[in-house]
Structures are given as structure tokens and as C-alpha cells.
């Protein structure tokens, strides 16, 4: 194996673990969350969605080195239009991503099953057909919300988050967070978004953090409850946040890095 092959796989099993970690972390608070009453979470939202943005800033501190941590296929594609990642590299980082979900989904699954099993009994739901407790892993429209503005949705927040990350991680950003810090802002950003915007789809941003846990409850015994979901729904939080995170990115780069400081002191060009 040569040096090239040897350092891909590095990232890829680091793109896995990041991943495997961020879901295992949502999906568990979001199993504390639903399924137990009362809720240690109900009347605190807020713990949920910093568990959830913590959940990211240890997948950062734990693979950063390795691959970068990008953990989220919107990301991905967003660093190879705009900060020179190579475009051989996305489709395999998407796939150790989604991987990464599937098995975080797992661990979840082994940790809460006779939770979850409990829960669908009390209520008398089915898994095929009522998909009981499914939102432990995957995400699902809320009240009032159709597909298409989820879709609208899910290009918003991710286009937020990416905005953010672009800004965070920008090399000509003098208030940028320094040294290691990034990765708790990161986090915080992650939990902003689910503060604020959580309810209406479950805040997906990220196509492989939905696709890989729908996956796995695909094959675990949701069946269509969970795949192709309600409504066809799956592709949403795939389509969405794609879209999104490339706006984001865009936004960032033709509004406001030509203007940074550093940037225009060096008299950079745009493509600089």
C-alpha cells in the first residue's frame, strides 16, 4: 500500500468514526428524549440541541487531524467547489459518511431496543407501519410542514451552517476562533440551529447523518416506515442540505472573503 492509499484510508476511517460519533450522540439524546415520560429533555430543549452540537465538537477533536472532520456530505462538497479538496476524494468521503451513520445508528439501537420495543408496545405502534419511534433516527416533516418546504428549509439551515464553518475555518478571518477552538464553535453553531429551527423537519444539515440511520432502520424492521419514509420523504434531507451547503458556501466566498483584511492587504484576487 502506498503512502496515498495509506493516508486515504486513514481519512475515511476517521470520516466513519466522526460520523458514527455525531449519531450516536444526537440519536442517544434524541431516544432520551422521546422516549421516555416523563423526559429528562421536555421542558429543556436546549440540553438536547448542545448535546447534539457537542456530539460534533468531540467528533472534531477526535478525527480533525486525520481527515479534517468534515462528517457531513453537504461539507464535503462545499470544500471541494471552494477550498481545493480533491473532487477524487468526495464520493468516497460520502460513503465512509454515510457508513459512519449507519453504524452510529446501530450502537443507538443496541444501547435503547428494549426501550424502544417498550415504547411501541405502551403506545400500540407498529414499527412498518406507524413508524414507532423511527424519529430516534431519522428525520420526518413536523405540523404543517409539506415535503417541498422542508426541501426550502433544509437548503436554509444548511446554507447557515456551512456560511459558518467557511467563516469559522477561513484563514484571512482575524475574529475567527484560533487554535483549536473552532471545534467548539462549530459545535455551538450545530446547537443553534436545533434551538431554533429544530421542530420543523429535525434539523437534518447533513444527508448522511438521516441516510445512514434510515438505512440501518430500513434493514432493522421500520421497512418503509423508514425508507423510502412517509410521503417518499428520504431524499429531502439528502437534496436539501446539499443544495444548502453549496449556497452557503457560495455566500461566504463571493460576499465577504474578498473583503477580509488580511485579504485585501495582500491585494489577493478572487480566486485566490
Known amino acids: 500500500m502506498n503512502k496515498t492509499t495509506f493516508a486515504l484510508l486513514g481519512e475515511l476511517i476517521a470520516e466513519c468514526l466522526a460520523t458514527l460519533i455525531i449519531v450516536m450522540i444526537g440519536d442517544s439524546v434524541v431516544a432520551m428524549y422521546a422516549l421516555y415520560d416523563p423526559s429528562p429533555y421536555r421542558l429543556s430543549y436546549w440540553g438536547l440541541s448542545i448535546t447534539w452540537g457537542l456530539g460534533v465538537t468531540i467528533a472534531i477533536y477526535v478525527t480533525g487531524a486525520v481527515s ?13 467547489c471552494y477550498r481545493g479538496f480533491s473532487w477524487k476524494k468526495v464520493v468516497p468521503y460520502w460513503v465512509a459518511q454515510v457508513v459512519g451513520g449507519f453504524l452510529g445508528a446501530a450502537l443507538v439501537y443496541t444501547l435503547y431496543s428494549p426501550v424502544i420495543v417498550h415504547f411501541a408496545q405502551a403506545h400500540h405502534l407498529d414499527f412498518v407501519h406507524d413508524g414507532a419511534a423511527g424519529g430516534v433516527f431519522f428525520t420526518a416533516p413536523g405540523d404543517a410542514i409539506t415535503p417541498l418546504h422542508a426541501l426550502g428549509d433544509e437548503i436554509i439551515l444548511t446554507a447557515f451552517l456551512v456560511l459558518g464553518i467557511f467563516a469559522i475555518t477561513c484563514e484571512y478571518n482575524t475574529v475567527a476562533p484560533q487554535a483549536n477552538s473552532g471545534a467548539l464553535i462549530i459545535g455551538l453553531l450545530v446547537a443553534i440551529i436545533g434551538a431554533s429551527s429544530g421542530n420543523l423537519e429535525g ?21 418503509p416506515s423508514a425508507l423510502p419514509g412517509p410521503q417518499n420523504y428520504w431524499w429531502v434531507p439528502v437534496v436539501g442540505p446539499l443544495l444548502g451547503g453549496l449556497a452557503g458556501a457560495t455566500l461566504y466566498q463571493v460576499l465577504l ?16
Open 68 to 80: 479534517g472532520t468534515h462528517a457531513n456530505p453537504a461539507v464535503t462538497l462545499a470544500l471541494a
Open 203 to 223: 434539523w437534518a444539515i447533513n444527508p448522511a447523518r438521516d441516510f445512514g440511520p434510515r438505512l440501518f432502520c430500513f434493514i432493522a424492521g421500520w421497512g
Open 257 to 272: 472573503r474578498p473583503f477580509m483584511p488580511a485579504r485585501s492587504a495582500r491585494s489577493a484576487t478572487p480566486a485566490d
